[in-house]
């Protein structure tokens, strides 16, 4: 529900009342996450929670939910045998798994639990941490004692891209889209403007001095793609040295090979210069701005995931793995 805050808030701030349809249980392949929800106000959808046929009866218990107010909690899946296969709904998922959507009306005209849940909306849709407790009549802000889930924003990570180019403002535009806040670093004014890359962090500076001031957590990521001998190693070794859970840096192997002798003579340990991915990105034959930057992304997923970055089709088992979220079953 608050991975789709704004667009909520869009419709809720025109007068228009809406049913929120969350997922709240996964059991088997399913195409969506846990807490991924679609709103319904009676003409129009936004977001997604499955696709196909699924989402065309939540949309017919959605207008229920619509006429009466009352918060309901259903499940899409057809068991392969068993008394279950004769309850389930007519609507399977193809994918062979099991959903339970939570469905809640929030009404902007209505107070107290409406106002509630439209301030925590607001904060998630500002990149301020929220919480919003779904339970058996609807929603819950405050720490309820039997919530069916919790849905929670936290901040969101930071990627800071050191080198204002358009490499950058290529990854800059890939990385927003996923959800990081961007900060680009760059001692150039000239370079580093808002104009160039929209909805980034700007700081304009000696790029060592303001990385040692700059508080990286182990959700935040640092991409070097600057070509300045001047600073690049020394702002690499502070990244290494930082929580961050990933670094990396653009250049050719050479390079590479030449920035890891720096770094050496910086005082790296070969644990640190395990960290450095060189050259960066995984291969898929990237060459534009915008393809390189799919490419740094998709290496970046990979160590944030811990997944082996192979073809699907090459492995077996769940495509997915299994989300920890905050579900009550």
């Known amino acids: 529900m608050l991975e789709i805050a704004a667009r909520l808030l869009d419709a809720l701030d025109a007068g228009r009342p809406l049913v929120v349809a969350t997922v709240v249980g996964l059991d088997g392949s399913g195409p969506r996450q846990l807490g991924t929800s679609m709103a319904w106000d009676g003409s129009q959808a936004i977001g997604s929670v499955a696709g196909g046929c699924v989402e ?35 609507v399977g998922l193809s994918c062979g798994g099991r959903i339970r959507l939570h469905l809640a009306l929030v009404d902007p005209a209505r107070r107290g639990e409406g106002d509630a849940v439209l301030r925590s909306l607001r904060r998630a849709a500002a990149g301020l941490p929220a919480r919003i407790a779904l339970t058996g009549t609807g929603y819950d802000t405050a720490e309820c004692a039997d919530p069916v889930f919790v849905d ?14 358009e490499f950058s403002a290529a990854l800059s535009r890939a990385a927003r889209a996923i959800g990081y806040a961007v900060t680009i670093l760059d001692p150039r004014p000239v370079f580093a403007t808002p104009e160039r890359f929209p909805g980034a962090e700007i700081v304009v500076g000696w790029p060592p001095l303001i990385l040692a001031e700059t508080i990286l957590g182990p ?15 020394e702002t690499i070794l502070l990244a290494l040295r930082s929580p961050a859970f990933y670094v990396g840096a653009m250049g050719s192997r050479r390079t590479h ?8 003579d910086l005082g790296a340990s070969t644990a640190d210069l395990a960290r450095l991915p060189g050259p960066i990105g995984l291969d898929l034959g990237a060459v534009t701005p915008d393809e390189v930057a799919i490419s740094i992304l998709a290496e970046l997923l990979q160590v944030r995931s811990g997944a082996s970055a192979r073809s699907l089709r090459e492995l077996s088992g769940r495509i997915h793995a299994p989300v920890t979220g905050q579900p009550v079953s």
């Open 257 to 264: 090979e030449q920035r890891l002798a720096r770094l050496r």
């Open 56 to 90: 065309s009866a939540t949309i017919d218990v959605a207008d229920r939910v619509l006429e009466d107010g009352r918060t309901r909690v259903i499940e899409f899946g057809v068991p392969d045998e068993g008394p279950e296969a004769e309850l389930a709904l007519a």
């Open 219 to 233: 959700r935040d990521a640092v991409c070097l793609l600057s070509h300045d001998d001047r600073f690049d190693p």
């Open 152 to 165: 929670t924003a936290e901040l969101p990570a930071r990627l800071v891209i050191v080198g204002a180019m």
